[in-house]
């Protein structure tokens, strides 16, 4: 089976945007777990983890201070679907991608409504 030229070029197109995703997956997921202590900022942008703190904790106004990379990273489990019982393993990569997803589009809703 020979591949057209569009064809080729929108599979190595899509593995380069899977590459992305999925390195930035295993780097949230490795730094939470190795590196106690850094600010959330070396991974997202203010409006992405202000975003989200104000859905995790339902209200209206987020905090002044910056959180943590392990706070921003276990409410991003949350958004997974990880339950965070004392027993539980930390959140793996599976969770991690998935509350990503939803962590996207929450950041970027807060950053529209608080623009106004």
């Known amino acids: 089976m020979r591949l057209t030229h569009t064809y080729q070029y ?20 490795f730094l939470g777990r190795n590196i106690p202590g850094l600010k959330a900022s070396i991974m997202f942008e203010s409006f992405e983890w202000k975003g989200i703190y104000c859905r995790i904790f339902e209200t209206p106004k987020p905090p002044k201070e910056e959180p943590d990379l392990d706070s921003v990273l276990s409410w991003i489990a949350k958004l997974g679907g990880h ?23 929450i950041g970027f809703m807060f950053k529209l409504l608080t623009k106004a």
């Open 10 to 29: 929108f599979l190595i197109s899509c593995i380069a945007v899977s590459a992305i995703v999925a390195w930035r997956v295993m780097m949230l997921t």
């Open 83 to 105: 339950l965070a019982r004392k027993s539980d393993a930390p959140p793996g990569p599976l969770v991690i991608f998935k509350g990503l997803m939803r962590a996207v589009e």
